[in-house]
């Protein structure tokens, strides 16, 4: 028993003494951010919507494409983070309409008129917080060190850990609460300068 724990120790220590090494391994990386393209759908579901008449489903998503540079040293190889090619926006948004207001009538225009309003400003979020999203995803990047792994079979499971560092990074959680918050914000002043007075005139 005393020999498998100075045995493990010895493994560990050594470990410890590479990947301090690999430290010196450790790149600036580079970050790249794509704002994805998107589509709209405009759907009439069969079951009555609420008052409101319509909504604006947006789908949105951040993906992480990691590259890493990996220098063979003695006993294993070095992994550092060496790029991140970020793709962060919307993709899709779902417009649904009332049944009750029939496709090109003066109601349902209306109605999708306001409803591009709220993908204009969901768009908006994205455009105006590009500084922050690079600055955001960059300082996560700069933040994870280089990774010792003796095998090659073990570097894929370091992109892995690399990418779930990004995400869990402080800098990035605090960027998803900040669009989140931003789109609350930017959809309820939409709403507050629409009078309804354009969909009134409809059935006027």
């Keep these: 028993m005393i020999k498998k724990c100075v045995f493990l120790l010895c ?18 990386p580079t970050v790249n951010i794509t704002i ?19 909504n604006v489903i947006a789908t ?13 040293i003695e ?16 993709t899709d948004f779902l417009v649904q309409i009332d049944k009750s207001n029939r496709k090109d009538s003066c109601s349902y225009n209306a109605i999708l008129q ?21 600055e955001s995803v960059l300082s996560a ?6 990774v010792f792994v003796s095998e090659q079979k073990d570097i894929e499971s370091v992109v892995d850990k690399f990418n779930e560092q990004l995400q ?17 914000i930017r959809n309820k002043q939409v709403d507050l300068k ?7 005139k409809c059935f006027n």
Aim: net charge negative; proline share 4%; glycine share 4%.
């Design 11 to 28: 493994v560990l220590f050594i470990n410890s003494v590479f990947a301090d090494e690999c430290l010196s391994y450790k790149l600036k």
């Design 36 to 54: 994805p393209t998107w589509e709209k759908t405009v759907v009439q579901p069969l079951q009555p919507m609420d008052v409101l008449h319509g």
């Design 60 to 72: 949105m998503v951040d993906n992480y494409e990691i590259t890493t540079d990996i220098t063979s």
């Design 75 to 90: 006993d294993g190889f070095c992994v550092s983070l060496k790029n991140i090619d970020a793709t962060v926006g919307y």
């Design 114 to 134: 306001h409803e591009d309003e709220h993908i204009r400003s969901y768009l908006s979020v994205i455009e105006d917080n590009k500084k922050m999203l690079k």
């Design 141 to 146: 990047a700069e933040s994870i060190i280089p």
């Design 168 to 184: 869990n990074h402080p800098d990035i959680v605090l960027l998803k609460q900040h669009i989140k918050a931003e789109e609350e």
């Design 194 to 200: 629409d009078t309804g007075e354009t969909l009134k």
